[in-house]
């Protein structure tokens, strides 16, 4: 039933990349031209009604957002991961607002904590988590958080930052972590 | 303006024409972030006219801590002091579902003792947090002593977590592999205990709350969601039920040993808030029943941890994945994407309140009167702080 499906995809939408992953996720990639169509027809024509989640992955090193729409079929069970990739340079995606109701939630925090844009997605620009932020978004990679906390809210006497996965091993457990393999 | 009701109103998601405040016939409230009548910290723009609600907006970001970004820059085992701080109420799902991701895209298989006490430690949380929400729901419509009775009960099991886990609130249980510890002696006898006073209890709370002529006059009818409505608003959990669904992952999906547990699907048809509460409270039921089904199954002995890397040094392999759970209010996941380091690439942290609190509150607030928006907003049971992460 799902290799039927998904071979129509293939043939419909070129999506590539389809893999399997446990506990039970099939996830696939889609170009971003075809993305919300292809999107539209798993809701209205596959029964994949329910909306899990969208997030994005910054993959920083290729230049690229991934975009993740988790999709649910409640009949036959199954969970689809649709992978969207955009240019971090160029980072905009066609809106789904129209299909679910929290999906101009997801879009207006993705434009807040990653900088994408949905171009006609409702209340877009209203703040979501942060009021008034005026730097990068913070969830980019190349967000650096002790240095913006260092900027905007200064040295104080006293104080030391110690990043966490070295303070751990090196000062914590000195004879079991530090430099040991 | 025009209040969008109805059967064909559920697909119409275009926002509403701005109230023109200026012309002295509307007035703008916040409802939180600091009320008794909010659900944790969170507030409500709504414009009333009269003292009916024309116009409602969630505002969240009182208590965004970073965590999604917190746990890019943590190992692995770090990050289960971090996880477990996203729903207080109910951080058992975020340390489960956390190791099960984890699990997932490594291979490891936690023993089956490990999974019988998960299993049991989730249903306490569910029971815990029920308790937590009765007296929330009671609260919202005047009736504080079920409020009060209720707590105090949530608090005999947060005394029987600390037995458990060593903690009552944060309990970093459950890890990678399985749990942290068994159970301590006496334990069984001490939760069964429980489990027939908290029925006393419930019964009692079913009179007094449930059968009270002003709860029911306030809940029936109010916050109406309509099958339509289920999902294109993503509503999951008992709000789904109430109005008809039955769809539970404990049954639909399982998970840990519940296809070994005796259940079925509670489910109502009103969609109101009389019926979610009613729904609410047989589940409550429900859970303590599967304790006393854990109890009797769980083994005594055996490991209860997977053989494991060093935690310091371990190096989860390159994956992607996503896990659920049936939390008290639907379904709670957790993305999770791996590159091979000692750190997670990305974690998505997908909480039901997401959709409840914001796209759902706003609709249904809408015709709603004043005095009834507290009720209405825990009715739908929402956790701000899995809204921001």
């Known amino acids: ?94 809106s789904i607002h129209t299909l679910w109701a929290q999906a101009w939630t997801y879009q207006r925090e993705l434009r807040e904590m990653y900088g994408i844009h949905f171009p006609g997605s409702p209340r877009l620009e209203e703040d979501f988590c942060l009021e008034g932020w005026d730097a990068m978004p913070p969830m980019r990679r190349d967000f650096d958080t002790a240095k913006y906390s260092a900027e905007r809210f200064g040295h104080r006497e006293g104080r030391v930052s110690l990043v966490p996965r070295d303070h751990m091993k090196v000062q914590l457990y000195p004879n079991r972590g530090g430099d040991e393999s | 303006m025009t209040l969008v009701t109805g059967h064909s109103a559920a697909l119409d998601f275009a926002q509403p ?54 746990m890019e820059q943590r190992t692995f085992i770090q990050n289960f002091t971090v996880v477990c701080r996203i729903a207080v109420p109910e951080p058992a799902f975020n340390e489960y579902l956390y190791a099960a991701a984890i699990e997932a895209i490594s291979g490891v298989q936690s023993p089956p003792r490990a999974q019988w006490l998960r299993t049991l430690n989730l249903e306490m949380m569910r029971l815990a947090s029920f308790l937590m929400w009765i007296g929330g729901q009671g609260g919202a419509f005047g009736q504080y002593t079920v409020a009060n009775w209720s707590l105090t009960y949530r608090d005999y099991v947060l005394d029987l977590f600390e037995e458990m886990t060593g903690a009552r609130i944060y309990h970093m249980y459950m890890v990678p592999g399985g749990v942290r510890a068994g159970l301590p002696a006496g334990f069984e006898k001490r939760i069964l205990k429980l489990m027939d006073d908290t029925d006393k209890l419930l ?55 519940y296809d070994q547990l005796d259940f079925n699907v509670i489910s109502g048809s009103a969609g109101d808030a009389y019926e979610r509460a009613y729904l609410r409270l047989q589940e409550t039921r429900q859970s303590v029943n599967l304790i006393r089904q854990v109890i009797a199954g769980a083994p005594s002995d055996g490991p209860f941890q997977a053989d494991m890397p060093n935690l310091l040094h371990w190096k989860v392999p390159a994956g992607e994945t996503y896990v659920k759970a049936e939390c008290t209010r639907g379904e709670y996941g957790y993305y999770m994407v791996t590159d091979g380091t000692e750190i997670v690439r990305r974690v998505h942290v997908r909480g039901p309140s997401y959709t409840h609190a914001i796209a759902l509150m706003e609709r249904l607030a809408v015709g709603t009167n004043i005095a009834d928006i507290a009720g209405l907003m825990v009715s739908l049971h929402t956790y701000p702080p899995e809204i921001e992460r």
């Open chain 2, 203 to 257: 019964d009692q709370i079913e009179r007094v709350m449930y059968n009270n002529v002003v709860f029911k006059a306030r809940a029936k009818g109010l916050g109406v969601i309509t099958r339509e409505m289920v999902d294109p608003y993503g509503v999951v959990g008992p709000n789904a039920r109430a109005s008809g669904f039955r769809r539970d992952l404990r049954k639909d999906e399982p998970y840990l040993v």
């Open chain 1, 1 to 94: 039933m799902m290799s039927e499906l998904l071979d129509r995809l293939v043939r419909d939408f070129g999506v590539t990349d389809i893999t399997e992953r446990p506990p039970a996720i099939t996830t696939l990639k889609v170009s971003k031209e075809n993305g919300e169509r292809l999107i539209r027809e798993l809701r209205d024509r596959e029964g994949f009604t329910h909306l899990n989640f969208i997030a994005c992955t910054d993959w920083i090193e290729d230049g690229i957002f991934r975009l993740i729409y988790m999709l649910h079929n409640y009949d036959s069970k199954q969970n689809l991961g649709v992978h969207i990739d955009i240019k971090r340079d160029h980072a905009e995606m066609t």
């Open chain 2, 17 to 70: 024409d701005p109230v023109d405040l200026s012309s002295g016939k509307y007035v703008k409230l916040w409802q939180g972030p600091q009320h008794p009548g909010i659900t944790g910290n969170m507030s409500l723009e709504l414009v009333l006219d009269g003292d009916t609600i024309i116009e409602c907006k969630t505002h969240v970001g009182y208590l965004h801590r970073g965590f999604e970004k917190l």
